[in-house]
C-alpha cells in the first residue's frame, strides 16, 4: 500500500533550517523505498505558522512544523522554556529538553491528536541595538526595544526600559525613522530582514532560548504501518539531531561571521554579567511560579541539566 | 485527472465565475473552496475557511488600508481635497494634464513613505478623485493615473513585497530597496510624460471653464492660501513618519483624525450627524476589499494544494528552452495570474518556488524582484480583478467599467516599463551596485 | 405590513447597525493609535492592546460590512453580460440567479465558519501577547457579519419574486434605468427602495 504525506512547512529553501527538512522528507522516501510520497509545501505556500496546528490536528495536512511561538495562545506550556535566561546556552536547553521537557510538550500536542515527532533548536534571541551594548541590567534603562509581551517585556519593564509592542511589519520602518532604539531576536532574522543594516549593535546574551518540532496528525501515523511508521520516526530523529547540530553551529560560528562582514559589533555576554540578569529575573520566576505552578518542573528540569 | 486538465479547468471555471457576474469576491471564493473540495476534502475546506480568513486578514499591517479608507472618506466629506486641487489647478495652469500628473507624482511621493499600493491609491484617490468628478475632469483617466500611480507604493521603498521578497529568498533588503527607486521614478516620468502629450493633443480632456481661465496672481495666492488644511494634513502624515512619530500604518489613524478635525472645526464643512455616513463608507470600501483579499488567499492555497505553480514551473524548466525565452514565459505567467489574483497571494505562491529558477538560470535576484514587482503592480491594475481600480472606484463612485476602461491606458504604460526593465537590467541594478561601492 | 416587509425593515436596519458599529471601532482605533503614537513619541511608553486588539480591525471591519456594502452596491463584479445580454437575461441573472448562488455560497461559508468558532471557543484558544483575548470572539465575527449579508440576499430575492420594495442598490438596475439617477455611490443607508 501507498501512502502521501503532505508535509507544510514555513522555511524557504535558502534558510538553515530547511536543510533539515530536506533530510527528513529523503530519509523517508529512501527508508519506505517510495511507500511514503512526500509532499512538501515549503515557505507557508499553504498555511502559514499561526494556522500549523489546526492545519494538522484537522487533517489538512498531515505533518507540519510547529510554530511554536503562534501557538502558545492554545498551549502557554510553550512559553516556558523561553522564559529569559532560564538556560546558559543552547546546549543546556537541548540537555533540559531530552531531559524531560519535551515530553511534557508531547502531552499538551496530544490534547490536539498530534504527535510532535522531534523537537530541535530556532537560535535564541539577543539584544540588537543602534549605538550600544547592554552589559548589565542599568544599561536598559529608558531605552526604547521592541518586544513582543511575556516574560521578556517583563524584564526590559524591571530593568528601566520602555518595551514597545511595534508589530513585525512595521519594524523597518519603525528602527529607520528612531520610533525604536533596538529590538530583541535572533540572528537568522537580524540578518535576512535587513534590520541590521541600521542595528549594528549585537549583545549577544542567549536571552530566551526559541525551539520547535515537526507535529504529525496522530491518525495519520497510525494509519502508517508498523515499519514504515518506524521509518517516520527515525526520519525525525536524523531530522532532529541535524537540526540542532546546523542551527548551533549557524548561532555560534555562521553567524558571528555574517555579522562581521555586515559590520555589525558583537558583545559575547561574560558568565558574570549573565549573573547580574539571572538575578534580574529570580524576582520575575517567583511570581510566574505563583501564577502558573505547572511552570516548576520546567524550572527543575532547567537547573538539573544546567 | 491530469493536472494540465485541473489546471485549465480550474482557471475557465474562474473566468467564467467572474464573467458571469458574480461578486469577484464570492466568485474566486467558490472556485477555491471547490477546487481545495477536490484535492483536500470536507475537512480541508471547512479548516482553511476559517483560518486563512481569521489569520490572514488580522495582520497589523493591513489596518493601513480601513485606516486610509477614512482617512479618504473624510477628506472627501470635509472638502480638504477641493483646496488642494484648487491650488494645483491654478497654479500648474500652463501645463496640460497638471492635475492627472501631479496625481501621479503625489502618489510616488506618498509611496515612499508607505509600504502599501491599496493604502497609497486610497489615500492620493481621497484627496483628488471627488474633486476631479466635482469639477468635470476626465474621471476614466483620473481613476487610471491614480491606480496606477498607487501601486508604486509597493515598488518605491519602502515596500512590503520587498521584504517578504527579501526574507523568502535571504537577498539584502536594503539592494532591492535600492533597486526599486530608479525604476519607480521611471514609472512617474513616463506617465507624467503620456499625461502631458495626451492633454496637449486632446485639449478638450480639460474642463473648458479651467482650460480657458488663466487664473490671476491675485487668484493664485488665494488659492496658495486656502490650501492650507490640505498642506497641514499632508505634512503631519508625511511629516509624522519622517520624524518617527508614527509608522506608516499608524499615520493612517493620524491622518484621518486629523482630516476629520479639519472638516469639523477649521472649515466646518463637517457635522456631527455626518460623521456616521463617513464612518461607513470607509467600512464598506474595506469590506468589499477584505472579502476579495481573502477570497484571493483560498484561491491560491487551493492552487498551490494542487501544486499547480509547481507543476507548470516544473514544466517551463524542463523545457530546455533559452533563459530569456524561460523568463518571458514567467513573466507571461504572472501576467496571467495577475489578472485575477492579488499580488500578495501570487507572491507568497510563487516566490519561493520562481527564485531558485531564476537564479539558477543565471539571472540577478534583485533584477528579478524588480521585474516581479512590476509584475504584481500590473496584477493590482489589469481586469477583471484589479484591487486598485476597486479601491478607486468605491472611493470616487464612478462606475466600475470606467475605471477599468481608464486604467488600461497606464497599465500599458506599465508593461511598456516592464519591457524597458527585462532590456535593461541596469535601470534597477545601477543604484545597488553604484551604492555598495 | 406584511410579514416580508418586517422582515426587510429588520435585516435593513441590522446590516446597517452592523456597518455602523464597524464604523466606530474604526474610529477608536484610527484615535487609539494616534494616542498611542504620541504616548510613543513622548513617553516611551506604549500600550499594546491597541497594536494587538488593531490586528483584527481589518478582519472585523470586512465582515461587519458585508451586508451593508452589499446593500450599497459596493461589492465589485464584472458585468460583461450587462454588455452583450439581453435586457431580460441580464435582468434574470442579476435579480435571480447570481443571489441564489450567492446565497447557497455564504450560507455554506456561515456554517464553516460557525464549526471553526465553536472549535476555537471548545479549545480556549486566545490570541498572543500581553493581552491574550479568546480568539473565538474574533472568528465568530465572520459567520454573524456573513449571516446578515445571507439574510439581505434572502429577503431581495422574496422581495423580487413578490414585486416589492428591495434593500439592495445594484448597479445594474441603474444600467437598465429601473432607479433614480443617482448611482451607487449615493448612500442608501439600510432604507428600502422601490424597484
Ligand atoms: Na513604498
Ligand atoms: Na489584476
Known amino acids: 500500500q501507498e501512502f502521501t504525506m503532505k508535509l507544510a512547512h514555513h522555511y524557504p529553501d535558502v534558510h538553515i533550517q530547511a536543510a533539515g527538512i530536506r533530510t527528513f522528507v529523503s530519509e523517508i522516501e529512501k527508508n519506505s523505498e517510495g511507500r511514503i510520497k512526500v509532499l512538501v509545501y515549503p515557505a507557508e505556500t499553504l498555511i502559514t505558522g499561526r494556522e500549523a496546528l489546526e492545519a494538522v490536528e484537522g487533517g489538512v495536512v498531515d505533518v507540519a512544523t510547529m510554530s511554536t511561538n503562534y501557538q502558545t495562545g492554545n498551549i502557554p506550556q510553550l512559553e516556558y522554556y523561553t522564559y529569559p535566561f532560564m538556560f546558559d546556552n543552547a546546549q543546556h536547553f537541548r540537555r533540559a529538553m531530552e531531559g524531560g521537557i519535551k515530553e511534557m510538550l508531547d502531552v499538551e500536542y496530544e490534547k490536539y491528536n498530534i504527535k510532535l515527532l522531534n523537537f530541535y533548536h530556532k537560535g535564541a534571541l539577543h539584544i540588537m541595538h543602534k549605538t550600544a551594548f547592554f552589559e548589565k541590567p542599568e544599561d536598559f534603562s529608558g531605552q526604547r526595544l521592541r518586544s513582543l509581551g511575556g516574560t521578556i517585556s517583563q524584564l526590559l519593564s524591571s530593568m528601566g526600559a520602555n518595551p514597545l509592542s511595534v508589530a513585525l511589519g512595521e519594524v523597518d520602518a519603525a528602527i529607520e525613522r528612531n520610533v525604536i532604539d533596538g529590538i530583541t531576536t535572533n540572528c537568522a532574522a537580524h540578518i535576512s530582514r535587513g534590520w541590521s543594516e541600521h542595528l549594528k549593535y549585537v549583545t549577544f546574551a542567549d536571552m530566551s532560548q526559541g525551539g520547535e518540532g515537526m507535529g504529525m496528525n496522530a491518525d495519520f501515523l497510525a494509519s502508517l504501518p508498523e515499519d514504515l511508521q518506524k521509518v517516520v520516526m527515525d526520519a525525525a530523529a536524523k531530522m532532529e539531531d541535524q537540526e540542532w547540530s546546523d542551527m548551533i553551529e549557524d548561532d555560534e560560528v555562521s553567524c558571528m561571521n555574517k555579522w562581521e562582514d555586515a559590520g555589525v559589533k558583537v558583545h559575547i555576554l561574560t558568565p558574570e554579567q549573565r549573573g547580574a540578569f539571572q538575578k534580574q529575573m529570580e524576582p520575575i520566576f517567583a511570581e510566574a511560579l505563583k501564577a502558573r505552578p505547572d511552570l516548576q518542573p520546567y524550572v527543575d528540569i532547567a537547573s538539573k541539566t544546567r | ?437 | 405590513m406584511n410579514l416580508n416587509s418586517r422582515f426587510r425593515g429588520t435585516i435593513g436596519a441590522l446590516s446597517s447597525f452592523m456597518e455602523q458599529v464597524g464604523g466606530w471601532i474604526l474610529l477608536i482605533v484610527a484615535i487609539g493609535v494616534t494616542i498611542n503614537a504620541f504616548a510613543r513619541y513622548g513617553f516611551g511608553a506604549d500600550l499594546a492592546l491597541i497594536t494587538e486588539a488593531g490586528g483584527f480591525v481589518f478582519l472585523v471591519v470586512t465582515f461587519l460590512g458585508l451586508a451593508g456594502a452589499y446593500i450599497a452596491g459596493q461589492h465589485v463584479a464584472v458585468e460583461i453580460l450587462e454588455v452583450i445580454g439581453n435586457k431580460r437575461f441580464v435582468q434574470v441573472m442579476q435579480h435571480y440567479v447570481i443571489p441564489v448562488i450567492s446565497v447557497i455560497f455564504m450560507a455554506l461559508l456561515v456554517i464553516m465558519t460557525t464549526m471553526m468558532t465553536m472549535r476555537y471557543f471548545n479549545t480556549g484558544r486566545v490570541t498572543l501577547g500581553r493581552y491574550p483575548m479568546p480568539f473565538w470572539i474574533f472568528m465568530a465575527v465572520i459567520p454573524l457579519g456573513s449571516l446578515i449579508y445571507v439574510f439581505v440576499l434572502l429577503s431581495d430575492l422574496i422581495s423580487r419574486v413578490r414585486g416589492e420594495a428591495v434593500l439592495a442598490n445594484l448597479s445594474i438596475d441603474d444600467a437598465l434605468g429601473h432607479a433614480e439617477p443617482s448611482s451607487n455611490s449615493d448612500r442608501h443607508g439600510g432604507q428600502p427602495r422601490k424597484e
Open chain 2, 1 to 437: 485527472m491530469s493536472l494540465g486538465l485541473l489546471g485549465f479547468i480550474f482557471f475557465i471555471g474562474m473566468l467564467f465565475a467572474i464573467f458571469l457576474g458574480l461578486p469577484v469576491s464570492i466568485a474566486l471564493a467558490i472556485v477555491g473552496l471547490l477546487g481545495l473540495l477536490y484535492v483536500g476534502g470536507v475537512n480541508t475546506v471547512i479548516i482553511m475557511s476559517g483560518t486563512t480568513a481569521v489569520h490572514e486578514l488580522s495582520h497589523f499591517n493591513l489596518l493601513a488600508i480601513p485606516l486610509f479608507m477614512l482617512m479618504s472618506s473624510a477628506i472627501t466629506a470635509s472638502g480638504i481635497g477641493n483646496t488642494i486641487v484648487d491650488f494645483v489647478v491654478k497654479w500648474l495652469h500652463r501645463i496640460p494634464g497638471a492635475l492627472h500628473s501631479a496625481a501621479v507624482i503625489s502618489c510616488g511621493i506618498f509611496a515612499a513613505m508607505s509600504s502599501s499600493s491599496v493604502a497609497t491609491a486610497a489615500a492620493v484617490g481621497g484627496f483628488i478623485l471627488p474633486e476631479m468628478r466635482k469639477r468635470g475632469h476626465n474621471m476614466r483617466l483620473g481613476i487610471g493615473a491614480v491606480a496606477v500611480g498607487g501601486t508604486l507604493g509597493m515598488l518605491i521603498p519602502p515596500s512590503n513585497l520587498f521584504i517578504v521578497y527579501g526574507v523568502m529568498t535571504e537577498t539584502s533588503i536594503s539592494k532591492l530597496f535600492m533597486a526599486g527607486i530608479v525604476p519607480g521614478i521611471m514609472v512617474v516620468v513616463v506617465v507624467v510624460l503620456f499625461n502631458t502629450i495626451l492633454f496637449k493633443m486632446v485639449p478638450s480632456l480639460t474642463p473648458s471653464a479651467e482650460y480657458e481661465h488663466v487664473p490671476s496672481k491675485a487668484e493664485k495666492m488665494l488659492a496658495l492660501r486656502n490650501a492650507w488644511t490640505g498642506l497641514l494634513l499632508i505634512t503631519t502624515v508625511v511629516g509624522g513618519i519622517i520624524f518617527g512619530v508614527v509608522t506608516p500604518t499608524e499615520a493612517g489613524g493620524l491622518g484621518a483624525v486629523v482630516a476629520l478635525l479639519i472638516g469639523f472645526f477649521v472649515l466646518k464643512t463637517i457635522k456631527g450627524k455626518d460623521l456616521p455616513d463617513i464612518l461607513v463608507q470607509a467600512v464598506r470600501t474595506t469590506s468589499m476589499l477584505g472579502f476579495i483579499i481573502f477570497s484571493g488567499l483560498i484561491l491560491a492555497r487551493a492552487s498551490t494544494m494542487m501544486n499547480l505553480s509547481s507543476s507548470v514551473i516544473n514544466l517551463v524548466q524542463d523545457t530546455g528552452l533559452e533563459p530569456w525565452q524561460v523568463m518571458l514565459i514567467i513573466n507571461i505567467l504572472l501576467l496571467l495570474l495577475g489578472t485575477f489574483m492579488d499580488g500578495a497571494a501570487i507572491t507568497i505562491m510563487t516566490v519561493p518556488l520562481l527564485v531558485p529558477l531564476v537564479v539558477a538560470m543565471g539571472y540577478d535576484p534583485i533584477w528579478f524582484a524588480v521585474v516581479f514587482a512590476i509584475n504584481m503592480e500590473l496584477a493590482l491594475v489589469s481586469p477583471p480583478v484589479g484591487l486598485n481600480i476597486f479601491v478607486l472606484q468605491g472611493v470616487s463612485g464612478v462606475p466600475l467599467r470606467d475605471a477599468m476602461i481608464g486604467t488600461l491606458p497606464y497599465a500599458l504604460l506599465l508593461l511598456g516599463c516592464l519591457i524597458i526593465l527585462m532590456i535593461f537590467p541596469q535601470i534597477a541594478l545601477w543604484l545597488p551596485t553604484v551604492m555598495s561601492n
